[in-house]
T-cell receptor, first 115, second 117 residues
Framework: KNQVEQSPQSLIILEGKNCTLQ??????????LRWYKQDTGRGPVSLTI?????NTKSNGRYTATLDADTKQSSLHITASQLSDSASYICVVSLRLTGGGNKLTFGTGTQLKVEL | GAVVSQHPSWVICKSGTSVKIECRSL??????MFWYRQFPKQSLMLMATSNEGSKATYEQGVEKDKFLINHASLTLSTLTVTSAHPEDSSFYIC?????????????FGEGSRLTVL
């Protein structure tokens, strides 16, 4: 069964600190992995998208890593800010026979940054 | 970046009425759009894939007669919740990928919160 599991489920950190969110998946055949940030009551916004050949990708203070062998990804947030408080969703794209992709969503990590 | 707009952003309706939610790609064309629903503190759940000019593809367990999807053009898909009931109250989100350009990037709308009284 194709699954995407994220940990921790929730996390509270102090402003300025770093944190790392984890994503493990069993999706196969793998096409790409995406990290999204979703503010409460808003739609998800893309942070990074990585194919199997990409090990790391950065977007400002966000750095995503991918190990396609172990099927693990992480999202590292550096020097957190209050505005980083949101749900972070890992989405893995399954390559379909006959073309196209199917997305499998993780349940998300709820991050709260406090003063 | 590419923009996907949803309207309305929130709606309150009486039980038994129908509600239409629009999803527009403002600066790109999309042959395929996706509709999701999201309950509090849960992740997005794909409801259906909206295909321009043809019937939508529904996920298992989603009633096609309950959630009517129309993809009339390359920039507009609509979701109509028919005979809405309180259990249909949820956050509905659409997404779309540009036909050309990008890297299969998927852009999400801002979501529409439906409350059925």
């Amino acid at each position: 069964k194709n699954q995407v599991e994220q940990s921790p489920q929730s996390l509270i950190i102090l402003e300025g600190k770093n944190c790392t969110l984890q994503c493990n998946y069993t999706v196969s055949p793998f096409s790409n992995l995406r990290w999204y940030k979703q503010d409460t009551g808003r739609g998800p916004v893309s942070l990074t998208i990585m194919t199997f050949s990409e090990n790391t990708k950065s977007n400002g203070r966000y750095t995503a890593t991918l190990d396609a062998d172990t099927k693990q990804s992480s999202l590292h947030i550096t020097a957190s800010q209050l505005s980083d408080s949101a749900s972070y969703i890992c989405v893995v794209s399954l390559r379909l026979t006959g073309g196209g992709n199917k997305l499998t969503f993780g349940t998300g990590t709820q991050l709260k940054v406090e003063l | 970046g590419a923009v996907v707009s949803q309207h309305p952003s929130w709606v309150i309706c009486k039980s038994g009425t129908s509600v239409k939610i629009e999803c527009r790609s403002l600066d790109f064309q999309a042959t395929t759009m996706f509709w999701y629903r999201q309950f509090p503190k849960q992740s997005l759940m794909l409801m259906a894939t909206s295909n321009e000019g043809s019937k939508a593809t529904y996920e298992q367990g989603v009633e096609k007669d309950k959630f009517l999807i129309n993809h009339a053009s390359l920039t507009l898909s609509t979701l109509t919740v028919t005979s809405a009931h309180p259990e249909d109250s949820s956050f509905y989100i659409c997404s779309a990928s540009p036909i050309t350009g990008g890297r299969g990037e998927l852009f999400f709308g801002e979501g529409s919160r439906l409350t059925v009284l």
